[in-house]
């Protein structure tokens, strides 16, 4: 049984920053993609960075790119999402997924087949 665990969330000045960490157990992590996406209320969950099984390759939603880091330890099976220069509108639950093929990551959630609980962030103005 494959588990995903987020911790990191919380309340934050806008520019202020956040890691995020995720936390996989069950199955090996360093050969599948992982992702972020996060939800807003009202709103759909949107896809915020994915990293293939290496941490060689990564990519961003143009609304975080320059201020987001997806990264990845595969000896500790964690994830993380380093947020920087944090705004209003980043204020959403994050969800880590994993996919479920290995190899690469991708940016659309069915292409996931695991998903953490979430953590809550939420940026003040």
């Known amino acids: 049984q494959v588990q995903l665990v987020e911790s990191g969330g919380g309340l934050v000045q806008a520019g202020g920053s956040l890691r995020l960490s995720c936390a996989v157990s069950?199955?090996?992590?360093?050969?599948?993609?992982m992702g972020w996406f996060r939800q807003a209320p009202g709103k759909e969950r949107e896809f915020v960075a994915t990293?293939?099984?290496?941490?060689?390759?990564?990519d961003y939603t143009d609304s975080v790119k320059g201020r987001f880091t997806i990264s990845r330890d595969n000896v500790k099976n964690t994830v993380y999402l380093q947020m920087n220069s944090l705004k209003p509108e980043d204020t959403a639950v994050y969800y880590c997924?994993?996919?479920?093929?290995?190899?690469?990551?991708?940016?659309?959630?069915?292409?996931?087949?695991?998903w953490g609980q979430g953590t809550q962030v939420t940026v003040s103005s």
């Open positions: 997924a994993r996919t479920k093929s290995p190899g690469s990551g991708s940016r659309w959630y069915y292409e996931y087949a695991y």
């Open positions: 069950g199955q090996y992590l360093s050969s599948f993609g």
């Open positions: 990293i293939n099984w290496s941490g060689g390759s990564t």
